[in-house]
């Protein structure tokens, strides 16, 4: 969930997780043995195939309840329709996009709201459950940590690309695999080994979700950029400016708690700041047992998953791309 910071704070006995940190979901004790995750996101078509625009959307709202370490099991559609100036086959598409995902997750859709919108625009709100024990927050990464990214970057600058008529449709079948990858199997692997701390990489960017990592933690973090993931394209288009609109919003707004060596070429802090959708898990975990939790990824299928840094006791609060 993202922390709208004019919002009253509210604490609750039962309360695990709620607004006070930007935490992906928020997370309430039911008994001693069970704690229900809760979280709705939605936006507008992000690729032109509806059916591919739902598995994306649904692959997004499911993955804030695997930030948290948890299992989906129940999902709400959320949807704003032109019912009066689009075909409804198309709302019919992106529905059955959005159930096979959730079939897929193992939870299944149970209800929904729709109004009429002058833009399409859809998402889930998704609820699932966790061990209060062992809720993996986003600020609980330890100095000596590695840093696991599990999806490469630049859905955004291709996305940017694929509405400009500039990218291919290599390009476009590349973003969309992995934009409909659910998170499922990363978190799974992620609790098995026992990690220190975890987020989802979305709208704020690898950085953006990296600082939120840090915020009023006494730790700081060293991140190798030429070990982050990247689509091949993102390179091309961010070197030709083709940038979302919010990159530069991410980067500015992070700019004084991030430093940027000098040989970092410009274009992959571009790629380091790029928004994401339904971007890959950002995992904090104890030195000796990441190269184990690495090779379970790839063996696993997640592939693009790689070490990019680590977390470090200096200097607190800041990050070093090297
Ligand atoms: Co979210
Ligand atoms: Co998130």
Redesign the pocket.
Known sequence: ??ALSNLPLVSHPNLIAGMERAE??SVYKLTDEIAIIQ???FFTPIVDDPYSFGQVAAA??L??VYAMGGRPLTAMNVVCFPIKSMDIAILKEVLAGGVAKVHEAGAIVVGGHSIEDPEIKYGLSVTGVIHPDRVVLNNGARPGDKLILTKPLGTGIISTALKAGAAGAGAEARIVKSMTELNGKAAELMQETGVDACT?V??FGLLGHACEMLNGSQVGMAIDSAAVPCFPEAKEFALKGMLPGGLGCNREFRAGMVDIAAGVPDYLADILFDPQTSGGLLIAVPAEKAATLLERMHREGIEAAATIGEVVAEPACRIQVT
């Open positions: 969930m993202e992906d979901a979280t709705v996101d997004n709202a993955s804030d989802d979305t709208g």
